[in-house]
């Protein structure tokens, strides 16, 4: 693979960033992640999305011509004009205990354990978070969900990897790496 352009998705747990982080360090290549083109900053993060148009030229703007990086996250209904770009996608399936109790661990850690808590600022927000993800495995082709998944990986390009983020992250990273890596 003469270029490193991976895109690396999956529900939210299933550990998809880490693996994009991980990745991009021993590739020592960028690592960017959707939501920080979804997502306008705000304070507290996720409250205003961007529109669609800029989200992409931000993109194009600050990695999309390079020949070397990993990009994580979900690009469900906006992304697809990047497909081209990708030299290999990876899917990290987990399953949703997993994910949940990982989710729930994030939540806190960002915002604070008092934050998430019955009573906390961010207690409602968050169960409202979790209800949602809760849905993934369950869900159609409508809303963002493993079936739609299922339909975009098969309708790619360019190569896919499919793993089980529940495995240990090193071992995650050597199975991406085996894959882009050429032969000897």
């Avoid at 690396?8 to 360090?25: E, K, P």
């Amino acid at each position: 693979m003469k270029s490193r352009r991976i895109h690396i998705t999956g529900a939210s747990g299933a550990g998809v960033t880490s693996l994009g982080r991980a990745l991009a360090d021993v590739l020592a290549i960028p690592h960017h992640d959707t939501d920080d083109y979804f997502w306008q900053p705000t304070s507290p993060p996720y409250r205003h999305t961007r529109e669609k148009a800029d989200r992409l030229r931000l993109m194009q703007e600050m990695f999309l011509a390079r020949a070397e990086w990993v990009l994580s996250g979900s690009l469900d209904g906006w992304g697809d004009p990047l497909i081209a770009h990708f030299d290999l996608v990876v899917f990290v399936h987990t399953a949703q205990a997993v994910r949940l109790r990982r989710l729930r661990a994030r939540e806190a850690k960002r915002f604070g354990a008092d934050a998430v808590e019955p009573g906390g600022w961010r207690h409602r927000e968050m169960e409202d978070f979790i209800e949602w993800a809760s849905r993934y495995d369950a869900g159609d082709l409508t809303v963002r969900s493993l079936q739609k998944h299922q339909a975009w990986l098969a309708a790619l390009p360019c190569p896919v990897l499919r793993l089980d983020g529940a495995g240990p992250l090193l071992d995650l990273v050597q199975d991406v790496l085996a894959a882009v890596t050429p032969a000897k």
